[in-house]
């Protein structure tokens, strides 16, 4: 079984890359906070199969905080968000859809290319996820900049955190313990201030647009 582990957390890592290409060509909110979801179901049973294999029990809590933070409560306060918001609507992108793709196809041939060096000197048994890992890091931020609503740049935010636990997961066999909680708590954190300040936004300009902001001026 340990053997076919290396193929197994490659497989997963191909799983959030590709639901990484889905997200930055997603239109509507609904789907993406799904595709986040299960984003982070694939993380979870990367890091349950590496610690299967490296017999670390680290990797099950941070499999274990993955799947309670990422899995189920994350997505359970964005879906609230927009039923209370009514924000369903479809996303819109600051640039057309089959451009996005093309440049995401840009960067995953550069984090490929930026990784190969790096993932020779690791000595874990995924290290060559290292590559995919940082192209979903790169994916996340791109659909952080090329969105227009609040919503969609917090996924993204939150996506782009799934890339780098996973290079950290996967290139040095788990992070210590305590960064694994003080992560967590911050992303929770987060999610909780990003959300009431979607709140303040939708109240003061009845929209999530974040080019309202712009229209803000010292009295």
Known sequence: M????????NLFATLIL??????????????LINLFTLQGAALVAASILLGYATHQPDLYVSAGLTLLLKVVLIPWLLHRVIRR??????????????????????LVIFAFSLALPISRLSSS???????????CV??????????????PQVI????????????????????PMIVEFGIALDVLVGVLILGVFMFQIREKFDSLDIHNLEALKED
């Open 2 to 9: 340990i053997k076919f582990v290396p193929q197994l957390i």
């Open 18 to 31: 590709m639901l990484s290409f889905a997200m930055i060509s997603q239109r509507r909110i609904v789907s």
């Open 85 to 106: 918001l009514n924000v369903r609507w479809d996303v819109e992108t600051l640039i057309n859809i089959p451009t996005t793709m093309l440049v995401g196809i840009a």
């Open 125 to 135: 048994m995924a290290g060559g996820s290292l590559g995919i890992a940082l192209a």
């Open 138 to 151: 790169l994916l996340s931020f791109m659909m952080m900049i090329t969105r227009s609503k609040a919503v």
């Open 156 to 175: 993204g935010f939150l996506s782009m955190e799934n890339g780098l636990i996973f290079a950290a997961t996967t290139v040095t066999n788990g992070m």
